[in-house]
């Protein structure tokens, strides 16, 4: 079967991939948080971003290659962390992390995935990331890095945009807790699904294996919360300092939304921003991400990664063209990934990079050095935030 015949965009992945997941599951992968306005506002605001065609050109040999912290890429673009995403697929993460090593891209691993760093040490490239929610206990936090040092992820990457559960009403409508319980419920759900149950099945019930040897019990949490919250601690800049000094590859600080907070992060001696809202995620009150990313790029000279609302190669153009130097997307490849198993990932991968050629032809773009010119519109009420 030919993949691009039979889903060529990544919304033919989504409707597929909706199809062979538990409702429950779908509604973790896709639900934000409350009334899921910020969620929406991403799509909306991503396409009030327009560019001016340019023509006459001739032909054009386009060159999607980037260099991005002292790293040469032959995309912009990586697979951002993923929260338990061996629930929404069986072994999720090694096969993010293999599609992602073959292609030359990063990935990179959360601390509350369902396998471990030690788990994914053969699988993973060079260019592997952690992604860490703050240990409060200091001993944790030190056992966490030198874990993610030793099964040889390079960078590190600080998420400081969740400091208490987000409230994911979907998820609680769907049945899902923390952690899954097989209630009537959920067994329906999963009974429509047969590939997904059959793997998982194989695999056991996904669990947090980062934290497995941390955790003693577990205390009372919220539907919608886990285990890696007994662990957590909401973080400040000495934090951030401390993190700094701790780990000696490259370091990155997620879920930046304020020119001033990117001001002070320049100044601890971080190595790159990651502007994001989590996607719509944790709070519903947030301006776009792609709104504030103009505002953070004339706040910093740091290189800026950019996610949430990512839907195809046109959408990383627009966040390239706005101030970031690499973008992150988490959803689609888990789309590809729950639509066709483990080609999926390496068909999203293809679909971006198909998806970008097109648009910088039509942009006369032989590369992406000069991207910024060709931007034709940001919608006034972005510039307004």
């Not at 888990?334 to 971006?352: E, Q, T």
């Amino acid at each position: 079967m030919d993949l691009h015949t039979a889903y060529p965009g990544i919304a033919d992945l989504k409707l597929r991939a909706r199809r062979r997941l538990p409702r429950f599951v779908w509604e973790y992968l896709e639900s934000g948080t409350g009334a899921e306005i910020t969620l929406k506002r991403n799509r909306t605001a991503l396409d009030e971003v327009k560019f001016l065609p340019s023509i006459l050109h001739g032909p054009i040999e386009c060159d999607t290659g980037i260099q991005f912290l002292g790293q040469d890429y032959p995309l912009p673009f990586g697979t951002a962390p993923i929260g338990m995403s061996g629930l929404i697929w069986p072994d999720a993460e090694k096969l993010l992390a293999r599609a992602a090593a073959e292609a030359g891209l990063p990935y990179t691993l959360s601390t509350v995935a369902s396998q471990s760093p030690e788990d994914l040490a053969p699988h993973i490239g060079q260019n592997a990331w952690f992604q860490l929610y703050p240990p409060k206990d200091p001993d944790i936090r030190i056992d966490i890095l030198n874990r993610a040092r030793s099964a040889g992820f390079s960078t590190l990457v600080l998420t400081v945009d969740v400091p208490v559960a987000s409230r994911r009403e979907r998820q609680v409508r769907s049945g899902l807790t923390n952690p899954p319980r097989l209630t009537p419920q959920l067994l329906a759900q999963i009974a429509l699904c047969p590939t997904w149950a059959i793997g998982m099945a194989r695999n056991g019930m996904p669990r947090m294996r980062t934290l497995d040897k941390y955790i003693d019990g577990q205390s009372a949490l919220p539907p919608t919360a886990h285990v890696g919250y007994l662990l957590r601690t909401s973080p400040d800049m000495d934090y951030v300092k401390w993190l700094r000094d701790a780990w000696d590859g490259p370091f990155v600080v997620k879920g930046v939304m304020r020119a001033d907070d990117a001001e002070r992060l320049q100044q601890t001696g971080v190595d790159a921003i990651w502007v994001s809202n989590h996607g719509g995620r944790q709070f519903d009150g947030a301006p776009a991400s792609i709104e504030m990313l103009p505002q953070l790029r004339a706040a910093t000279n740091l290189p800026l990664i950019f996610d949430s609302g990512i839907e195809g190669g046109l959408d990383v153009l627009r966040a390239l063209a706005l101030g970031a130097d690499f973008v992150m997307l988490g959803r689609g490849f888990l789309y590809g990934l729950s639509a066709l198993g483990a080609p999926g990932p390496a068909h999203v991968i293809d679909i971006l990079r198909q998806d970008m050629a097109a648009n910088m032809g039509q942009l006369g773009l032989p590369n992406l050095q000069n991207i910024t010119s060709v931007i034709r519109k940001v919608d006034a009420a972005m510039q307004r935030v």
